[in-house]
């Protein structure tokens, strides 16, 4: 089995990412890096992209690193890049107050996964988990804005559903695309090596 090392220390990330890419033929290896440094970027994409070099380069090992946002249009994209600071300092509530009499409560949670090779080349995948801003917050499960954010088709928050049910309702599509790079960059060094 192939392996990919997920710089992270969120288990409900590397829950996902295992679920997701050990039938995709991939064992996903968690490691966390105490303070890694995060640059400030209005873009998702950047923030990750500087973390998976910062990691590959550190660990002396190809990585694949994840930043993700909550996205409210509504809001003008607010938090986006700044969720998790926006998240220690506001919080859902804050969230759920800023919402407060907005009829257009439409949200999706952006992910971009950035894997950067053994010579430090980068590469991005992005996808989109939409859904909307619930009225109050609900359920006990999962953390961050999981208790405001009800995925589309879903019946109630994502903290409604237990860890096991959770991973399902999150957009899959950027470790697919990861995978199939990946294997197109196997298929083209075995090529290139014949």
């Known amino acids: ?3 990919i090392v997920y710089v992270t220390g969120n288990a409900s990330k590397l829950f996902l990412a295992r679920n997701v890419l050990k039938p995709l ?6 490691k966390k890096i105490e303070n890694l440094p995060e640059i400030q970027s209005n873009s998702i994409v950047e923030v990750a992209e500087a973390s998976s070099l910062y990691a590959a380069k550190k660990l002396k090992c ?33 969230i759920l107050k800023l919402m407060d009499q907005v009829s257009n ?15 430090f080349h980068t590469k991005t995948f992005t996808c989109k988990t939409m859904g909307k801003i619930a009225l109050e917050k609900q359920g006990t499960y999962g953390h961050g804005y999981d208790d405001i954010f ?9 903290s409604t559903y237990p860890d096991e049910e959770r991973w399902k ?10 995978v199939k790079w990946l294997e ?11």
């Open 169 to 178: 309702l999150f957009n899959q599509d950027a470790f697919l695309e990861l």
């Open 25 to 30: 033929g991939y064992e996903v290896i968690g």
């Open 1 to 3: 089995m192939r392996q």
């Open 105 to 119: 409560r439409e949200a999706y949670f952006l992910d971009a996964f950035s894997y950067t090779d053994e010579h």
């Open 150 to 158: 009800i995925p589309s088709g879903g019946k109630g928050t994502l």
């Open 184 to 194: 197109e960059q196997e298929k083209n060094h075995s090529s290139d090596s014949e």
């Open 62 to 94: 190809a990585v694949m690193k994840n930043d993700s946002g909550l996205v409210i249009p509504a809001l003008h994209g607010f938090p986006s890049a700044y969720s998790h600071y926006v998240e220690e300092t506001l919080g859902a509530d804050g």
